[in-house]
Each structure stands twice: as structure tokens, then as C-alpha cells.
């Protein structure tokens, strides 16, 4: 690795420079970008600095979920192509061209997915969403664009704020959006149609893993007997199979110890004791088993939660 190039800076300056770019986006981007400044000169040492920088980008935030995602994908496509190198400078050239390729064509599975899902959303429906995500908010803009008529339902996801996030693109489009309490998804499920989530990651059996939050709403949408969809890119897809919320790579000793409980609430300050406290001590994200989920929008197609590993199978063999 040259020691000149910090991967963890350049992929969050990626990350803020581009706030529409997802972290596996920006995680493959970043080790492309480290394959250009690499001084390697043997496969076993430039294997080597891959992994490490691998291992540096997940260390660097606390949700490594679908940052993973993106640098296993990267380092399989790397050994997969590392197996008859005749020469190792063009190789890495062929790396970086097949790397940048990769990320442009990125975007594309957004308006993949986007396609796949309008033909869900029917006219009159009421949908309900979960804090922000870049594939749904862009599905529910498409099916505005094609005509139809719905409104939507947004929890505030008093964590991140991202309810307010998508409210504020939704309604820029002309959708009629409605801000909700994450309290308050049982209050508002008998008016819903259907449940429409994103995805931090989808691990082997189909599950799915992403803000937290979103396995309550698969509990009470599968009560009310109302779909519940999630929408995924497939270099979301995980090597993961958790059995519960506390087999997740981001659980640790300190989560669901809930320090801020003991904390004294300033009213005379916009950000509490409590809130700072609670960093740490609350979970990111949740898993939703399978069961609960009725179909996945990806740019590999509409799928069962049972087609996913089949898909995982292709992309890692």
C-alpha cells in the first residue's frame, strides 16, 4: 500500500462530495483508487495491502453493514481475476478499467429496481416507508413520473432524522407525504397498502438488514397482513446468515445497554447528555428474518427471499 494514499480519507471524501453515493459504491471506489497509487510489486504483497485496506474501511464506521458488502465483492472479483496473471502491471490496469466500470455502472441499478417496482405501486394506494433511502425514494418518484397516484407515509427515524430527509424529496416531486412517529407505524398500518423498505444489506437466506426499525414494521405489516417490500442493489447482498439481532457484525457489549437512561435531560439544550449517550449505547441496525418479507426489488430481478442465496451463489462462485 503507498503509504501516501489514505483509503479511509478518500472514501469519505468520496461519501461527502457525492452524498447520493452508497458506501459499497464508495468502498470499491476507493480501493480502485488505492489499486492506481499501489507500489506493490509481487501478487502475494499487493494481496496484502488489498486486504488491509478491506479491513481498514470497515474498521472506520460504526455500520459496516453494506460497506462490507462492497469490499467482499471487490476482493472476490480480485482473487477471481488473480488466478492467471502473465503480467502483473497490466493486470492491475485491467483491474482499475473493470474497477471504474463497475462503480458507473453502479448508478444504473437504482432505475433497474426503480423500473422493476412501479408496476407494485397501484393508483389510490397508501405506502409506507422507513427513513430514507436513495432506491426507494427514486421508485415512488418513477411510478409519480408514470402517473400514478398514492400517498405516502414516511417514519421520522428519530435517530438520522431520514424521515425528514425523503419528506423533503417526496414532496419536491408533487407526492403527497406524510411525516409519521416511528411510535406510531401500528396507529397508521390499517391505512397502509403496503410496506416499502430499503436495505443495508441482504444476507444468504434472504433476510434483510437495514435502519433500525424496520423489523417492527415487517412484524406489524405481517399482523395486519400487509405486503412488506424491500427494495436491495445486489452488491448489497451479504455473506451473512444471523440467527437475531445480536449475531449482526455492528452488535457489541454495549448495545441495548441504554446508558442515556441515566442521564440528565437538558431542556435548554438543543443536543442532550442523553443524546450524545446514546451513540453508543443504541443499535444502528435490525434484522428482519425472511418470513417477514414478502418480495425484493434488484436489479437482478424480483426475487423470493429463498432466490437469494441462488444469487449470492453467482456472484461469489
Not at 478499467?97 to 462503480?103: E, I, K, M, T
Not at 435502519?211 to 405489516?221: E, F, K, L, N, R
Not at 443504541?282 to 428482519?288: A, E, G, M, S
Request: with cysteine; proline share 3%.
Amino acid at each position: 500500500m503507498s503509504k501516501d494514499f489514505d483509503v479511509v480519507a478518500n472514501y469519505k471524501s468520496l461519501l461527502l462530495n457525492s452524498p447520493e453515493l452508497s458506501m459499497p459504491v464508495a468502498a470499491i471506489q476507493s480501493l480502485v483508487e488505492l489499486i492506481k497509487h499501489s507500489n506493490a510489486t509481487t501478487m502475494s504483497e499487493f494481496m496484502l495491502s488489498i486486504n488491509v485496506a478491506s479491513q481498514l474501511l470497515k474498521s472506520s464506521v460504526r455500520n459496516s453493514i453494506s460497506l462490507s458488502a462492497g469490499c467482499d465483492l471487490f476482493l472476490r472479483f480480485v482473487t477471481r481475476n488473480s488466478q492467471d496473471v502473465a503480467e502483473f502491471e497490466a493486470w492491475k490496469a485491467t483491474l482499475i478499467v473493470r474497477g471504474q466500470s463497475f462503480v458507473e455502472k453502479a448508478d444504473a441499478c437504482r432505475y433497474k429496481i426503480a423500473e422493476l417496482g412501479v408496476p407494485f405501486i397501484k393508483d389510490g394506494s397508501t405506502i409506507l416507508i422507513h427513513a430514507h433511502s436513495r432506491v426507494v425514494s427514486l421508485l415512488l418518484q418513477k411510478a409519480a413520473e408514470n402517473h400514478k397516484r398514492f400517498k405516502v407515509f414516511v417514519t421520522e427515524s428519530s435517530q438520522t432524522h431520514g424521515g425528514i430527509r425523503s419528506a423533503k424529496v417526496l414532496r419536491a416531486a408533487g407526492i403527497p407525504t406524510t411525516i409519521i412517529l416511528d411510535a406510531a407505524v401500528g396507529y397508521v398500518i390499517d391505512k397502509v397498502d403496503m410496506v416499502l423498505v430499503g436495505a443495508e444489506g441482504v444476507v444468504e437466506n434472504g433476510g434483510l438488514i437495514n435502519q433500525i426499525g424496520s423489523y417492527q414494521m415487517a412484524i406489524v405489516a405481517k399482523a395486519a397482513n400487509k405486503p412488506f417490500y424491500a427494495v436491495a442493489e445486489s452488491y448489497k447482498f451479504v455473506r451473512l446468515f444471523p440467527l437475531n439481532q445480536y449475531d449482526l457484525p455492528t452488535y457489541n457489549a454495549d448495545t441495548l445497554s441504554f446508558q442515556e437512561l441515566n442521564v440528565d435531560y437538558d431542556s435548554k439544550s438543543n443536543e442532550t447528555g442523553a443524546d450524545q449517550a446514546s451513540q453508543g449505547s443504541n443499535p444502528l441496525v435490525d434484522y428482519t428474518p425472511p418470513n417477514y418479507i414478502t418480495l425484493l426489488f434488484t436489479d437482478l430481478g424480483v426475487l423470493t427471499p429463498s432466490g437469494v442465496s441462488d444469487e449470492l451463489i453467482k456472484l461469489y462462485l
